[in-house]
């Protein structure tokens, strides 16, 4: 399975189900052959505005179907226009309405069946107009550009407009003026996946269509800016020509299918800088509104910010899809309260033998980089040893400062705990700041070094949950401080339970804490946890320094 699809002839029934089951909807019967939505109660004494076209774009079209925007949509198979039939029983559906406006994307087939049904409906007597939607720009001497994004903003014009009592000649003939101010262009690094065809997935290309078409030309971006570049580069040209230089504009940022939140968010984060938080008089929230299945791209649509297109795109609507508008502007930044110090780092005294242990074990820590991360990509995510090389540095960094008060023991692990806390990522990082803070209070009351690391241990499993044979540091911590507690002066005897803790954790083929917890038992065996094993690299660095400085 590649897709969390039914079968290709059922998912347009399966689209609209869903969304007449979520919105106040009608629908029509599915033993008709149409596939027609409508607003559930709409204003009869306002023009009716329907859309639609193939399916394989939602939320585009039914998704915008509510009081402010669309009276209806109506929805082909993938990627192929309704019928004729379907559009003319919309139009007929709403034949109370003083006039029924169609929005048509400019392809043939729609063009055609929605046209052809237009005719019929006005030699029924209704009274219908259309407007065409070709605001594409990928091939500009195109006798018939495609219609894209920019067809959501004719529907939200359009339907204000008509939501404002408006009549239909009115409405037709200025959204036509906006539809033809409109500018789009889209660009994918790969195409769709279209249920019951099998073509491959196409390198990326600049100015696709939404039905899975070939792009323009095919492009190879390195960056996120690279991406916009090509983009934004030839919109803001004619933007230029067509709207008028350094005019405001509204700016709509669509996710083509495939885009995650996060590279939505990088895209949104990069066009406003772009094109300048200044020139966007508003701007479409960024989502997936007329999409191409699950196309990996994202099309940008420039228009003109005229007062009463701003003043339509403002207004609020009952429908699935609308996401809202909204104004850029300047971060407001604060400087957020760092915790208060009972002391100034450093300012206790020195040990020079302390420091250059200290110094030795994160040496080995920072060396031992690569091979801890090799080892965590079997087991985690292969970020262990970036993650203790860090916190090793930032006490590289601040011996090298003498910021560090290796002389008096209780201010040494307050400060330890504090650069562990703001240098390691994740929950190490977290269990050993609280490992050491609390040691620090326990040096505070009297406690020995032991004494102290046993009470920061004790805390940080009471906060951590894990325990000894749980695969994690903890494997090489408790073994190794209960060594210390039993002979303080033993440094060596502790660095030999810490090894022996981290050798036995490759025998452990369940882990109960830590993202080991998540893989299968085989690929555990015989891999030491990175945890441990960093914990067992300090201790013997450590000892092995301390042994060095007694003998001098």
Known sequence: MQQFLGAPRAIVADLLNATAQLMPLRMSALDSGMRIVLQAEPDASKVAVLSGGGSGHEPAHAGFVGPGMLTGAIAGELFASPGVEAVLAAIQACRAAPGVLLVIKNYTGDRLNFGLAAERARGDGIDVATVLVRDDIALPD??????????????????????????????????????????????ALSSATVPGQHQGKRSPELGLGIHNEPGARKVDPQTLQDALDLVLAPLLEAADARLGADTP??????????????????????????????????????????TSMDMHGFSITLGPADADVLEALRAPVETLAWPGVSTPRPVTQFDPERPRTTHTPGSGRRDAGLAQALGQAAEILVAAKEELDALDAKVGDGDAGSTFAQGASAVLDALQADTLSTGTPAQLAQELAALVEHSM????????SIMLASAAQ????????????????ARMQETGGAGQGDRTMLDALIPAIAALRARPEDLSAAAAAARKGADATAQMAKAQAGRSAAVRA??????????????ARAFEAFAQAAASARST
């Open 425 to 432: 990522g994740g929950s190490s990082g977290v269990l050993l």
């Open 442 to 457: 326990a040096l505070t009351d009297g406690a020995s070094w032991p004494e102290a690391l046993e009470r920061g241990l």
């Open 249 to 290: 504009l509204v700016v709509f940022l669509n996710d083509l299918g495939g885009c995650s939140t996060q590279e939505l968010g990088s895209l949104a984060n990069g066009l406003i800088a772009r094109i300048g938080p200044d020139r966007i008089a508003l701007m479409v929230r960024p989502a997936a509104l007329m």
């Open 522 to 535: 085989e690929a555990l065996e015989g891999v030491v946890d990175p945890g441990a094993e960093a914990v």
């Open 142 to 187: 195109a006798a018939q550009p495609r219609g894209l994004a920019g067809t959501v903003l004719v529907h939200k014009y359009v339907g204000h407009l008509a939501a404002q009592g408006v009549e239909l000649a009115q409405i037709a003939e200025r959204g036509q003026a906006f539809a033809d101010r409109l500018l789009s262009l889209g660009m």
